[in-house]
Structure formats: structure tokens, C-alpha cells
DNA sequence: ATGAAAGCGCTAACAC
DNA sequence: GTGTTAGCGCTTTCAT
């Protein structure tokens, strides 16, 4: 591949003043110009970026981690983050988690090594503790639906139990008392958030909290299809339905649906969404909308201006928002 | 960030001692190596893959072009390729092509701009021209679902028109002769080839390809949907329904669903699928493999195969799988 | 077994 | 307005 010494020899002129022009600095004579242009087109030059990199102490890289690419939730935030990071014409590195704090390490290991000028984390394995020893390190990064002490200039939020307790409560307020939730895996920190705020709408509406009445998912449809099944077997009445996840949501009415419960007649549904899905599958299901491509676009925000060392008055915590779509009755 | 000089000065020793340590490269005195380590520890000194690249002209990155990262189609090829990278030491860097052949170029720009040493197409607008062309530069590259004349040795193949046959065949064999489609786009190749399987199985059959019997969408599932409206609309009386893929069939299913047509005693279903999504809806509908998964494997294989200049034995061609579910009953 | 020196492709401070 | 020079962090011959 042509380097820049390639261009300037053809060219007739020093590789700094091809540079120059590359990078549209300084000013030249037009005629220099376009001999430069010229002999970049006939090369098929293209600037080497990790040359460039080298020379600059910045590699123009943002590492993105996320849980799996699969999903379209962590699909959802990595196309808002390359159109964000397109922009501001920056490289996006992904890397995977693979649900393990190792995995985790693990690619922050690679955004160090490629020599990211900053990354983005939905991390759910690390420990408060270790990111807060990460942020010794000079390598700028943004945590993405996280909220870690001392950490909070760093971090985007959302408030995931109130979310949960809007979804509940709306169920409430339509007279509904026997509600069951399919909760996301307890061992991790959102999924405890949401049942938390679960159990307070019913507290603070004098409803008893039955154990029997929550299950465990795993946020993954299939989880949602066995929650379903277990609330129906243990043969409690109830009238509606919290799903902690649309996928879970999903699952729960395909079994329903199998067993020919009337929907939403027989069971009011009402779920987590953030991707549309509840807008996607019959009937179509009521959500407390968790804004996670907003978010996105804000970490890369947050993160450019950390890594530019710029004010900035971005939004950093965000609001739960009801979508009503009819798949709640008057109990 | 620690560099190897500081490394080497706080072990006492030369760089080039520390290079090849690293690399494992040569043999050194165990306390050399001891010191080395130690240092290389205290200064929590990660290697930059920037400035290797630069001294080996090899940036061990690969490159991977996808539509959209959002779908679970694309989101399965991006972890299966990470996932092979991974075993390759390889770093991966993607890019969307966004439905243009623009889009798919810029991704080819940013390739070349970052030097990687190879990468995958899932190319759907670039002409066969083009990538012959882009075949002349001395980059590797490799098609994923793709066959281009001339560039075979770099194609990873599937035929598209005997999945569909198989499908349609099937249905056929079941009875069936009024048999709706819904198609994927057709300015796109893989939806005229999924067509012809259909319309091939049906002749064969002796049944007449009844225009208004084919519908086209655009692989999404709303177009799924409004394709299942159209057909129900046309009035004429399908017994079985194809499509060409999963996110079509799950909205044609919503539309049915909203018509209280029983599926599948009223109208058998059969589809495309790639993520399996067809066993995640209700009811879980029959369907032909289109084995995205092993073929984003195999295009990782080849690549390396094309970089390191190893002959090899890889199997490019993949074959159509039926998977059936009890969504088709006799007609 | 290890050090010295050149070079990868580019940028940036300085000189003219 | 353009050339000179040094240097980014590493690898890689070539000495020793």
C-alpha cells in the first residue's frame, strides 16, 4: 500500500507538506495542492491510521463493551454508539463480556492494548470496587446503566425502580391486585432494582407481597415461557402480569397462547421494553420504556468530552416513559 | 502508559531484551526474564498493538461487514466471527453498510484505513465488478453468502433456491397446491433466488404460479405483516404460507392472529430461519436452515487461510436444512 | 544471551 | 509556503 513518502515523491514535495494537506493545515499553493491531490488519487493513497496514531499519541479508537452482540438490546447500543462515534469520526472497538467479570477484564485488557482514547461500559460483572480502580488509570471510560459512588460524573442512569414500580402501579390504579412479575436474574443489580420497585407498589397500595407471586428469569425468552408455566400451575388467580423483559414477556405468552388464556381479557400484561419488542408480538403489550439508545448516545457524549476534557451540561440520568398499547383491562 | 523502553530501564535491560521476551522469541538468562516480568508487572505495561503494527506491517485486525448490527441475523455472524477471531488472536473491527453500496464502501475505507489484514464482506450492494476490482488490491478479503464469478475461491456459499424448493416441497407433499409467499426484497439477489426456489417447486408440481399469490416484503417483520393483509385481502383461499424470513413470518402470524385464523389447522406455515427464531414464536412454525452461523465460521477460516498463504480444505458450500416443527398439517 | 541501530508511516516543532 | 529533523513504541537484523 502507498505510504505518504509514495504520494510526496510523485508529487515533487516533502512528505510533511503532503501531511499538511492531508490534514488541512497551514496553507499552501494551489498548484502544490493539486500536484498532492493528484498523486494521492493515482496512488489510491490512504493515510495510514496507525501510523497516524503513533505519531499523535491517540489512536481515534472507543471501545464499546457489551454483554453479547446478539440481542437486540446490545445491538440497539452498538448501532447508536458507531453513529455516534461516526460523527465525531472515531473507530468503534466491541468487545464482549460474556456474562463473566473475566470476560469483562478481558476486554478492557483489548481497548488498553489497541490504546482506546476512552471506552464505554455496560459492565454487569465488575464490582464497584474494581471500577473505581480502573478510574485511577488515565485511559478515560463512561459507565452505561450503572451508578457506581464516587463514580457519578462517569455514569448514565436510569432509574429502573421506579420504572418498575410506574408499570405496577399503572396496574393498580386499573384495580388490579393479584399481580405476578417475572423478574430478571437475581444475581444481578437491575433485575433487584426492578423487583424492588415491584414490591413497592404493592406495599404502598396495601397489597401483600406473595412470594409465589414473583419468579425468577433470566431475562431470555425461554425463561419467560417456564416463569409463566410455574405461575400457572401454582394456581394463584392473578389478574396481571410484570414482565422484568420483553423477551420474557414474550415467552410468557407464547405459553398463554398454548394454553388458550384469553389476552389480554383473562391477564393484563405489562412489560420492560427498550427495543420495541412488546410493539412487535400479539397482543401488543403495554411497557415502561428504558431508553437505552438515548443513553447510548449520550455515553458517547459524556465520554467525547471526557476524553477532550470539555465542559459539558449533558443529561446524565434518565426517566422511565409509559407506552400504553391496550394490553391492560379493568380487573 | 508504560512503554517498553521504561520497562526495559526498570529491569536494566535493552528494549530489544524486552521485544523478545514478550514475543518468545530467542533464549535469555531465567533471571533476565525474571526481572523483565517483574517489571513489565509493576508498570502494569500492556504491549501497544499500535506501534507493533507499525514495526511488523501487520495490524492483526479483521475486518467484518454487516447490514445493520441490530437484527439477530447480523448479530449472530458478529459473534461467531468475534468468537473465531478470538482464537486467532485477532482483533475485530466492524462496520454497518446500511443498505447502500455508499455505505458498504465507506466500511471498505475504514478497513484499508486501519490496514487490516483481511476482511469479510456480507456484501449486498457492491456490483460483482466492483469486487473484482476491490479482488485486484493486495488486501484479502473474504464473501460471505455471496458468489461472485471470478472470485470463487473467496465465496462462502449457500444455495438459496433449494432451501426454498425444499421448503415449498415439503408443503407439497403434504398436500398442499395453494401456497402463499411472501419474498424478501426484491432489488436484492437472495430474495429473487429464494423466489425461483418457490416458483421452480411449484411447476415441477404442475401447480400454476398465481401472481397475486406472491407478495413482496422487505425481511422485516412489518412487512410480514402487511403481506399476510394482503394475501388474506386478495380473497383467494391459501392453505400454506412461506416465507422468506423469520421476522416476515412473525409479523404474518401477528396479522392471522388478529384474524383469529387458526394456526396452523386453517393455514400451514413454513419459513426461512438463520437464529432459530421460528422456535421462539407461537405457534413454532417449520422451517428451512440457512446455517448463517457455521458459514460466519468458515469465513474466518478462509480469511486466515488467505493471509497466511495455507492451502486449505475448508468446505464453502453449505446446504439447506429442513426443520420441521408441526406447523404444517396435511392438506 | 544481549545490545546497537535502523526503520515502520506518520506528525509536529522549528528553520528558512 | 515548504523542507528538515526528531520522535511516537515497537520489531528486527546485525554485531558482539
Redesign the pocket.
Known amino acids: ?8 515523491t510523485l508529487a ?12 488541512g ?5 494551489s ?3 493539486r500536484k498532492v491531490e493528484q498523486a494521492m488519487a493515482e496512488l489510491n ?14 489512536s481515534n479508537m472507543t471501545g464499546l463493551l457489551v454483554t453479547y452482540y446478539t440481542g437486540g438490546f446490545f445491538g440497539q447500543m452498538m448501532d447508536q454508539v458507531q453513529t455516534e462515534l461516526d460523527r465525531h469520526n472515531k473507530f468503534l472497538i466491541t468487545a464482549q463480556g460474556h456474562h463473566s467479570a473475566e470476560g469483562e477484564r478481558e476486554a478492557i485488557r483489548r481497548f488498553h492494548t489497541l ?1 482506546c482514547d476512552g471506552y464505554i461500559l455496560n459492565s454487569r460483572h465488575l464490582s464497584d470496587d474494581e471500577l473505581r480502580a480502573l478510574a485511577l488509570e488515565p485511559t478515560p471510560f463512561v459507565l452505561l446503566d450503572r451508578l457506581v459512588e464516587g463514580l457519578e460524573a462517569r455514569c448514565i442512569t436510569f432509574d429502573h425502580t421506579l420504572a418498575a414500580k410506574m408499570a405496577v402501579n399503572y396496574l393498580i390504579e386499573q384495580g388490579h391486585r393479584d399481580i405476578g412479575c417475572i423478574s430478571g436474574p437475581l444475581s444481578r443489580a437491575s433485575s433487584h432494582l426492578r423487583l424492588n420497585g415491584y414490591k413497592e407498589a404493592l406495599l404502598q397500595a396495601d397489597i401483600d407481597v406473595h412470594p409465589a407471586l414473583c419468579v425468577e428469569g433470566d431475562y431470555g425468552r425461554m425463561s419467560g415461557y417456564f416463569a409463566a408455566q410455574q405461575l400457572h400451575r401454582s394456581g394463584l388467580e392473578l389478574t396481571a402480569l410484570f414482565s422484568c423483559s420483553e423477551e420474557m414477556m414474550q415467552g410468557a405468552i407464547q405459553f398463554f397462547h398454548e394454553q388458550n388464556v384469553a389476552l389480554p381479557e383473562k391477564l393484563s400484561l405489562i412489560s420492560f421494553d427498550s427495543i420495541d419488542l412488546c410493539d412487535a408480538i400479539y397482543p401488543q403489550v403495554s411497557s415502561v420504556h428504558f431508553p437505552i439508545s438515548q443513553m447510548a448516545q449520550t455515553a458517547v457524549e459524556l465520554l467525547m468530552s471526557q476524553i477532550q476534557h470539555t465542559d459539558n451540561n449533558i443529561m446524565r440520568h434518565f426517566m422511565p416513559e409509559l407506552r400504553l398499547r391496550n394490553s391492560v383491562t379493568e380487573a
Chains 1, 2 share one sequence.
Open positions: 500500500m502507498a505510504s505518504i513518502k509514495d504520494v510526496a515533487g514535495v516533502h512528505r510533511s507538506t503532503v501531511s499538511r494537506i492531508i490534514n493545515e497551514g496553507a499552501f499553493r498548484d502544490t495542492k493513497y490512504r493515510p495510514s491510521a496507525i501510523a497516524r496514531s503513533l505519531a499523535t499519541a491517540s490504546r
